[in-house]
């Protein structure tokens, strides 16, 4: 039977991928240390508790990395110190850390020679001058180029990506091992923290409905390519072991959708059509960020989810919830 190792596996996408594998019936060691502000739940408060052969180790994956020499089919890194966007702006050192987590995961796959490393990288890592509101581009994986040179990419964070996927590109050309990797954009779903966009905007609209005004962060006219997690897990499974060693590959839906067009269809579905506005004291990232979806579309993957049907699960979710606390 096949092992995964899945690091960070206790945050929100981490979580979804230890169900997915332990669904297709591997085995499974999550490694996460529950760092506070990144989402991470110990495996008892998860939505649906882990079924199958499952480990849950409580550690800094640096502290197993050290003390490890296991070997693995699969390693699943997701392991990094992220949160929303407040996090990203106001705590970039901290953020800089992921810097020598990935260094050490590559440092440990090295030695260890695991069947293949799933890194997940971030839709951060694209150059912001593609992503402003002049001169805005689809986000296509080969305009991150090492060899052609790079633009900016997203704060600390987006730095941290990168250069992850740089270190990749080294251990699958200088070291023969073999890794892909992933970039996410916008992912969302029913059990995603608070500090995420989505999440926030369905719970506050909730709590807000019959106001005659609603606001969102920045201008709200800022756009995200919201992917569920779901299909975000379903894309990685479908294709792990046949995207070409070193490759990268989007999980995005190509749809660009504002925030003020967000929060309107999640007042629609609760059932009030308020005015929208932008809060423009609190930040908003780039203007623009969607990615292109040729590749994988190449891989026969399209989304399952629509956004309208990703709100109404999470409106349920929230009914839910609501009506247990009452």
Known sequence: MAR???TGGAGFVGRHVCARLL???????????????TGALPPDRWPVPPQGNFTFVASDCRDYFARS???????YHLAAMVGGRVMLETQ???????LAVDALMWKWAAETRPG???FFSSSAAYPIALQGPVGHRMLSED????EDGLGVPDLSYGWAKLTGEFLMKLYVE????????????????????????FPAICKRLMAEVGRDEVVVWGSGRQCRDFIHIDDCVDFVWRTVDRLPAGESLNLSTGNATSFIALAGEVARQIGWEPRIAGLSDKPEGVFFRCGDTALQAAHGLQPSISLADGIARMLDR?????????
């Not at 020499?69 to 390693?75: C, I």
């Open 143 to 146: 305009m991150i180029s090492f």
């Open 69 to 75: 020499g296991e070997r693995f089919d699969y390693v």
């Open 318 to 326: 929230l009914r839910f919830a609501a009506g247990r606390a009452a």
């Open 174 to 197: 200088r070291y023969g091992g073999r890794a892909v990797a992933y970039r996410p954009f916008s992912g969302y779903g029913e059990d995603q923290d608070l500090a995420y966009p």
């Open 23 to 37: 669904a297709e019936g591997l085995d499974v060691v999550c490694i996460d240390s529950l760092v506070e502000g």
């Open 92 to 98: 970039a050192l901290c953020v800089a850390e992921d």
């Open 116 to 118: 293949t490393v799933v």
């Open 4 to 6: 995964a190792l899945v």
